[in-house]
């Protein structure tokens, strides 16, 4: 079965940088999109970057670019998150997500605090 697994997240304090990880499993990794979402305390869960399979195209959200790279290694069926310059606004449950045959597949989530 489908299987995301993040790992990576933590306290830091603003402008410092942190990397997330996604392992995956159960499917064919290089053919998917993969997408890192989060999700702010009383917030709604939002897109923040986004990558095509081969990695060649990608996408971020306003809030994030500039900032922050997503990247992926097909050979080890991992995408990830390169957060640079964080703020105190980017504390959130981040998590991976995927669609496969029409389902969406979320892993359970890694916090990120950024704090003082």
């Known amino acids: 079965q489908v299987q995301l697994v993040e790992s990576g997240g933590g306290l830091v304090q603003p402008g410092e940088s942190l990397r997330l990880s996604c392992a995956a499993s159960?499917?064919?990794?290089?053919?998917?999109?993969m997408k890192w979402h989060r999700q702010a305390p009383t917030k709604e869960r939002e897109l923040v970057a986004s990558?095509?399979?081969?990695?060649?195209?990608?996408n971020y959200a306003d809030s994030v670019k500039g900032r922050f790279t997503i990247s992926r290694d097909n050979a080890k069926n991992t995408v990830y998150l390169q957060m640079n310059n964080l703020k105190p606004e980017d504390t959130a449950v981040y998590y991976c997500?995927?669609?496969?045959?029409?389902?969406?597949?979320w892993g359970k989530g890694i916090l990120v605090t950024v704090s003082s």
């Open positions: 997500n995927t669609r496969v045959n029409g389902l969406d597949y």
């Open positions: 159960g499917f064919v990794f290089s053919s998917e999109y």
């Open positions: 990558i095509t399979p081969t990695g060649a195209y990608t």
